[in-house]
């Protein structure tokens, strides 16, 4: 079964700081989406990439997609305070399911 | 933008009973709506998916016959933990799928809690 590995496990940073969040995947990823999630709260839609080397930026939140289709990361530029929460990959793991495995999550801290 | 909600927030209840979490789209038919379980500090774990008008598909490991599902109509499903104990407490959060489409809109989450 496909397995997602995020890196760091928690992350605390300065406010104003640019900082990267990191998705491994164990097989090849059909579809790569990310999510934002306060604590006890539902899931933020960020972005979704499907092709590899794909990039796309939302404000100052920029995602990319390696050739192989098996790395993604999550580049934040000037964190923000309200950049804070925790932060999931998810990957389609094929077949026309249209489920998502959720990767181990990273906690970001912005200190102001 | 779609929108998908969740009732109770939160539900305290005793051992041995039995808890039912609705999950509703509010502005679109959800062909598909996902049951995922998170633990504190952890990912969320998909449990089943529910398909409207037909039996939910569980995931490896978790019994369909403590977490009932019923995807009644296009714009409800419900979860029901039966016989609940203090290890079912955990943050139950649904997410839907409209006809024709990949994107998994998710709802608020319902925090179960088990005494």
């Known amino acids: 079964s496909q397995e997602l590995e995020q890196s760091p496990q928690s992350l605390i940073v300065q406010e104003g700081k640019n900082l990267t969040i990191n998705c491994t995947s164990s097989k090849t990823l059909y579809g790569l989406y990310w999510y934002k999630q306060k604590y006890g709260e539902g899931l933020i839609f960020l972005m979704m990439l499907q092709k590899g080397g794909e990039e796309k930026s939302h404000e100052k939140i920029t995602a990319k997609l390696d050739e192989k289709k098996q790395q993604s990361s999550l580049h934040i530029t000037a964190s923000q305070p309200s950049h804070a929460g925790i932060y999931l990959c998810?990957?389609?793991?094929?077949?026309?399911?249209?489920?998502?495995?959720f990767g181990t999550g990273t906690l970001l801290a912005v200190q102001p | 933008g779609a929108v998908v909600s969740q009732h109770p927030s939160r539900v305290i209840c005793k051992s041995g009973t039995s808890v039912k979490i609705e999950c509703r789209s509010l502005?679109?038919?959800?062909?598909?709506m996902f049951w995922y379980r998170q633990f504190p500090k952890q990912s969320l774990m998909l449990m089943a998916t529910s398909n409207e008008g037909s039996k939910a598909t569980y995931e490896q490991g978790v019994e369909k016959d403590k977490f009932l599902i019923n995807h009644a109509s296009l714009t409800l499903s419900t979860l029901t933990v039966t016989s609940a104990h203090p290890e079912d407490s955990s943050f139950y959060i649904c997410?839907?799928?409209?006809?024709?489409?990949?994107?998994?809109?998710f709802g608020p989450g319902t925090r179960l809690t088990v005494t």
């Open positions: 998810g990957a389609d793991p094929g077949g026309a399911t249209n489920k998502l495995i």
């Open positions: 997410s839907a799928v409209g006809r024709h489409s990949y994107e998994q809109y």
């Open positions: 502005d679109f038919q959800a062909t598909t």
